[in-house]
Structure formats: structure tokens, C-alpha cells
């Protein structure tokens, strides 16, 4: 129950569907989801935080940055359901 929860609040805000929209197309770092959505870094991270905490992204260290992508082999069932219902919705 508590991963069902923690999946819905992650997609109850815009922005993190928003930014789930852009790694469903391909790996970003922050800077790149700054940019390609106009919002300060430090909301940028704090939403992948958040998504990466309810199981939907996984993040790499490349070098200096950051790159995050979907979170294909999610221990979050519910995760896994909802990126294949947005993958076709949006």
C-alpha cells in the first residue's frame, strides 16, 4: 500500500509528469530538464528526487552531472504500471 501512495503523490504535481514526459524520450541530466522545462535547478532536483524516491527514475553520476532516466526493472509495481499507462497516454 505505502508504494501505491508514494507512486500517486509523485504524479499528482505537473511538473513531475512533465518531467517523466522527457525521460520517456531519453536520458537528461538536471540541467538539461532546467532548460527544456525553464525551472531552477534546485526544483528540477527536488523533483527527481521525488520520482526517483517513488521508483519511477534512476539517476547515474557521469562525471560532473547527474543523468537521470526511467526506472525500467522498478521494485515499485505500481511504478512500473503508471510509466506504462503515461507512456501511452502522453
Known sequence: MRDLVKATRALSDETRIRILKILLERECCVCEV?????????????????????????????????????????????????????RGSL
Request: proline share 0%; charged share 25%.
Open 34 to 86: 532546467m532548460q527544456a522545462l525553464d525551472i531552477s535547478q534546485s526544483r528540477a532536483s527536488r523533483n527527481l528526487g521525488i520520482l526517483e524516491d517513488a521508483g519511477f527514475v534512476r539517476s547515474r553520476r557521469d562525471g560532473l552531472w547527474m543523468v537521470y532516466s526511467i526506472d525500467e526493472q522498478t521494485t515499485n509495481s505500481y511504478a512500473a504500471s503508471l510509466i506504462e499507462m503515461l
